[in-house]
């Protein structure tokens, strides 16, 4: 009777197979190279262009509001709006919602 086990082992039984399996796994786990070490970089590397779109979307923001304030009207709305400054003869009245003002108690 023949063993059905070794008709899957007898691959395993040639050198040339054995030293290839050995260094597919020493390339893919083990080497300075290895396919672990390059899908961290990978990873790394995504990381840093969101980052870098990121940073990029805030400098355009940020160049925006330095053309906006490089204006007198701009720096007056700004201080209008931001600190509420006001002109010697003008009224301000704030309006605040209910939903914006801090509650004190958990029970309001």
Do not use: C
Not at 9 to 31: E, H, Q, S, T
């Amino acid at each position: 009777m023949a063993k059905p086990k070794s008709k899957y082992l007898k691959p395993f039984k040639n050198i040339y197979v054995i030293v290839l399996l050995g260094f597919a796994i020493w390339m893919l786990f083990f080497d300075a190279h290895s396919w672990l070490f390059h899908h961290e970089l990978n990873t790394d590397i995504e990381e840093l262009e969101y980052q870098k779109q990121h940073y990029k979307n805030e400098m355009a923001k940020d160049n925006k509001a330095i053309k906006e304030l490089s204006t007198d009207e701009g720096v007056e709305r700004m201080a209008r709006e931001t600190y509420n400054m006001k002109k010697p003869n003008e009224e301000i009245y704030i309006i605040e919602y209910e939903d914006s003002i801090p509650k004190s108690n958990k029970n309001e």
